[in-house]
């Protein structure tokens, strides 16, 4: 009886080694979600750390996860780069003041945090076109 019961024991651990560890070592990661599109005009509504609430304009264009495009803001206005991964972005303005933008995009909208010179606040963009 011992030997049967060492046997089904052995004979189990081969069909294990056999064809179960080959499957689990070469099993794929699951693939990376695309990155969201936010190629287009976007309206961003902002509310800075004073208080002090203000429209600003992006134009964005897409290659993949790298973002470039163009700021307009009620003082300033110049070019932008930044990086979308999955639902996630962040853009900062090429102008003499930076604005660093962090936010998560939810189709046609994209909520976060900006940092300026004067300290953080809190934005909302609309996609415009």
């Excluded at 179960?20 to 099993?27: M, R």
């Excluded at 509504?45 to 304009?57: H, I, P, R, V």
Aim: charge should be positive; hydrophobic fraction near 35%; include cysteine.
């Amino acid at each position: 009886m011992r030997s049967f019961s060492l046997l089904r024991c052995a004979t189990l651990f081969a069909f294990l080694l056999a064809f179960a560890l080959p499957i689990a070592v070469t099993q794929e990661p699951p693939a990376e979600a695309p990155p969201a599109n936010v190629e287009g005009k976007w309206t961003i509504y902002a509310k800075g750390s004073d208080g002090q609430t203000s429209t600003k304009y992006i134009e964005l264009k897409q290659d993949g996860n790298t973002l470039s495009g163009h700021f307009k803001g009620p003082n300033q206005s110049g070019g932008l780069e930044g990086t979308i991964n999955g639902q996630t972005i962040m853009f900062r303005t090429k102008t003499r003041w930076v604005f660093t933008f962090r936010g998560h995009v939810q189709g046609d909208k994209i909520q976060g945090t900006f940092h300026d010179r004067r300290g953080q606040g809190e934005w909302q963009a609309v996609r415009s076109e």
